[in-house]
């Protein structure tokens, strides 16, 4: 038996609304939002999600969506 090491990475969307004068205010407050901690994505939607194997040797796996 061998000792391999599994990487999981999900993509999780949420929604969040945000009061500016256009879009790039809008990206701009959500973004410094959440910077500061006030918009955090709780377990949400998961819109993707994917696994490699890191093998002994160090080397790693393709991606494998699942």
């Given at each position: 038996m061998t000792k391999y090491i599994v990487v999981i990475e999900e993509t999780v969307a949420q929604e969040f609304?945000?009061?500016?004068?256009?879009?790039?205010?809008?990206?701009?407050?959500?973004k410094k939002k959440y910077e500061e901690g006030?918009?955090?994505?709780?377990p949400g939607e998961v819109q993707y999600k994917q696994m490699k194997v890191i093998r002994p040797d160090?080397?790693?796996?393709?991606?494998?969506e699942f």
């Open positions: 609304k945000i009061i500016a004068k256009n879009a790039e205010d809008a990206l701009k407050e959500a006030e918009i955090v994505l709780e160090c080397e790693f796996s393709e991606w494998y």
